[in-house]
DNA sequence: ACAACAATGCAACACTGTTGCAAAATTTAT
DNA sequence: ATAAATTTTGCAACAGTGTTGCATTGTTGT
């Protein structure tokens, strides 16, 4: 486990530190998407919060992780899948939202259908956010 | 003009009051979505932070407006078409972000298809965020 | 015009996110 | 293995965002 995290920070060519590898790892256990005041909990005193928001940064510039669009006013992280990480990044994400538990899933896997959009408008990136009843709360 | 605005707010059993007006206003005026801090920008000083706040919690809570996901951390309402505020809102948006201007347009009429999920996820609403150049920036 | 009610402004507060700089840790080269 | 170079961290300070309680003001219905 331990092993798959040095890989991954050594890949990005980013230095072995401990708040990384801690950081990473709570990516890795979750099965939703984190915010920055989730891993602020976890991580209890052990960092400074300054070092979480510039760890995330440097995350989400590596390609690492990615930010998830959410109707509230919370910014959540969801790691990437191998595609996104082995620089081929496609722009389509769909996201889960559960109303009952709050959890963020990424559906990497479902596909998003491309819309017709007005005259003169050009898509670059696609985000769908599904929000309703994830199948732990059904 | 001045009369459309009474009407909506008549019509939503909220008093009529300076604020509320200008901030209406500033809605119908704008051909894209406002953040709070446009809202302030366009004010001035006229009104309190709190005032605008709470005006726009109101508007929400009646259905005149909503939010808008991002994917930045920033807080975006649109108008609702007549459709949303008459009651018979309908749960699916589509957004566009213009990632040269910043605009962010409220695609009323583009249809959100239908996505496929795992097995036990239930969809009740589904925001697509589409991102890239408006009409106006290409 | 008056009473009942709702909305506003003010102060204070908690949370979120950023920046600069010195200290500590990690990496690279010797 | 050790020292120099570089990167990362922690601290302090700050700006922005959003919320709450309460007294005052404005709006509504009679």
Redesign the interface.
């Known amino acids: 486990m331990n092993e798959r995290i040095v890989d991954l920070l050594k890949k990005n060519h980013l230095s072995i530190t401990e708040s990384r590898k801690k950081i990473l790892s709570h990516f890795l256990d979750a099965n939703g998407a984190l915010a920055h005041a989730d891993i602020e909990h976890k991580s209890g005193t052990e960092f400074d919060r300054v070092t979480i928001y510039r760890t995330l940064q440097t995350f989400v510039e590596k390609g690492m992780i990615h ?7 919370s ?1 959540r992280y969801a790691l990437c899948k191998d595609e996104c990480s082995a620089g081929h990044h496609h722009d389509d994400h ?1 996201h ?1 939202m559960c ?1 009952e538990c709050g959890t963020t899933y990424c ?1 990497d896997h ?4 491309q ?22 709360c ?1």
Chains 1, 2 share one sequence.
């Open positions: 930010t998830i669009p959410t109707t509230d006013n910014v769909v889960f109303d559906l479902v596909i998003v259908p819309v017709a959009l007005p005259e003169g408008f050009k898509a670059i990136r696609n985000d769908l956010v599904v929000s309703g009843i994830c199948n732990k059904s």
